[in-house]
């Protein structure tokens, strides 16, 4: 077992006390014991003694004392519920007590009440409201009106299973105090069956349940609001991270021997270090991560922690105290480590920074310990190291950090309870960053292909004919239109330029654009272009008719015709087009020879006129025939 830790302490600092006035004689009723103490975001510390609640300035004097009906709690340390008020429990019951007003004390009010032993309580500041835990009943929670919110029980059906409670159903209660993770809303508590569970603040859902009964059925919880939730097994000496959403167990360490009944409550700065005292001298500081620090690394081995470390303003360093003794003999039997310690000498007290390591200020006192504070009104009361080491962080004794809001260093710690991206890759991450571009290419090809077969395939030519007619066709319309280009640039390239040749290059032009409407169109791998509504369609002008045919690139035919019973016309092409949809594949040719028809009879009709106008249509022919070579040729 753990050894006389707090009686040998009580022996020392008693004494210690009596020494500072050998003139008086001290009787026994005369010193009070104080309850664990809380310091405040105002610097002063909160506790209570027998039926008295006070609050004492960081210099030890008292700022303001009320009366209460009942005896305190000293096992328990007051607990702020806002709006300057403290709920202090008391023989069994929960008193709220104002702060003074105006100079004017508040006689502190019935809080809560259940007839039934209380084995502890928790405040949320943020959902105003307060978590008690009755022996042999259950969790109740209330809001600040004292309104009853529900009823929590370990044994449990949600979803239709039953759950906790798995050894033994009818016997299981919860047996410790509710402990608040204010990042992620939760409540975290224990049964007597070695059960941990994680409630919703909001109501009576359980998160998960983590049974520890095959490791140890005592431990204790304390939420490090950074999304882990710490369990300490003091009797094993060992410290178990769990993930607050979830219940794992993320890493578990040894941190040597522990003392069982108090001193093993770690503290959690906003850092995300937890640190524990020991009962072989060291402050053990362990990382979120699991990494584990020993302060200081060389430590006498006639000393001892056996005080929790109590968290400085700023939330960044920690002080802690250590007990030097006469001598210590430490006995393992089997998982446990029990320490026997002779009586304590001296008493150091230090600031360290968990993160780093630094020890930023460290004193030691033998038996002055009471002329460390400044005024007599702790006198009084029994001063052992938990009271002591309240007091010099109150007072910021060696502190160089600035104070910090109990909001800010909540917001400083909660930062840390974001989901981290595990890197689960631990190959070239080059390579993965290669093989990943590649497969968004291949992604945006297969689109691009699953695009074009989808168009090409509603073509009108491919419905309901085989593709390979469709591919055969394609192929002699390449090759007709490289034919007619290569007998165009024969026919420029000849010396003569005679009326023959000039209208021959013309009709080969037409045909050569026909042939490539078709390939970009009809015939093209990609989706039919309707060309039909970029057409006007001939105007009429009665007896006299002027006909006139318009494309999309502005290239006309004109036809004339005079009033004369022998009429001439003149035709002039620069570029004509022939619709697929009209003439068929079948029929084109007999629709090209058509057209050559008509032009050899209107060009003999207009050289076989008698009268003056065959001079006339001659001259407007040649006129028509050189603007069109040129026409050509460019």
Known sequence: MAIFRFFLLFVFFFFSAVSQFPDQTVKKNSVRILSKTLIGEDGRVYACSDNDFFSFESNGSIAWSTHMNFKCNTGLAPVYSGLNQMLVLAENRILRIDFPRNGTKLEPELFFDPGE???????????????????????????????????????????????????????????????????????????????????????????????????????????????????????????????????????????????????????????????????????????????????????????????????????????????????????????????????PETAVFSLVVPETGSIYWSQSYSDQIPSLLLDEDLQHFVLDERIVLAFVAASKSGNPFRCRSKHDKLLSSCSFSEPEHLDIYIGNERALIWFILFEFVMMVLFAALVRFCFTFWKKKKLQGRPFSAFLDKRRLLHRKRREIDRTITRLQNESTADEFVVDKIGDLVQERENVKRKLSSTYSLGRDIDESKDHVLPLYGGGSRSFSFRSRENESITIFETPSDESYSEVSYRDQHFNDDVADDEHEEDYLDLKKKGKLLAHSEGSSNDDGSSGIGSSRRSISLKKRSLSLIN
Request: glycine letters at 8%.
């Open 117 to 343: 032993t209380i084995l502890g309580f928790a405040v949320s500041v943020s959902s105003s409201s307060v978590y008690i835990t009755v022996k042999d009943h259950g969790l109740y929670a209330y809001n600040m009106l004292r309104q009853q919110l529900w009823i929590a029980e370990p044994k449990t059906e949600q979803f239709g299973y039953r759950l906790g409670c798995r050894k033994d159903y009818d016997n299981c209660k919860f047996d410790s105090r509710p402990v608040i993770d204010s990042c992620e809303a939760s409540i975290y508590i224990s049964s007597n069956e070695g059960e941990l569970y994680s409630l919703s603040l909001r109501g009576t859902y359980y998160n998960w349940i983590q049974d520890f009964s095959l490791v140890d059925r005592f431990f204790t919880v304390t939420p490090g609001n950074n999304g882990l939730v710490y369990v300490v097994f003091p009797t094993k000496s060992l410290v178990f991270a769990l993930d607050s959403f979830s219940g794992d167990i993320l890493w578990q360490k040894t941190v040597g021997p522990l003392a069982e009944t108090s001193g093993s409550d770690p503290v959690i700065d906003t850092n995300s270090w937890v640190s524990i005292g020991s009962l072989d001298g060291s402050l053990y500081s362990i990382s979120r991560i699991g990494e584990l620090e020993k302060i200081p690394k060389n430590v006498e081995t006639d000393s001892m922690i056996q005080v929790e470390p109590v968290l400085d303003c700023s939330g960044i360093a920690v002080y802690f105290s250590q007990t030097k003794l006469e001598g210590k003999i430490g006995r393992v039997i089997g998982d446990s480590t029990y320490v026997t310690a002779k009586k």
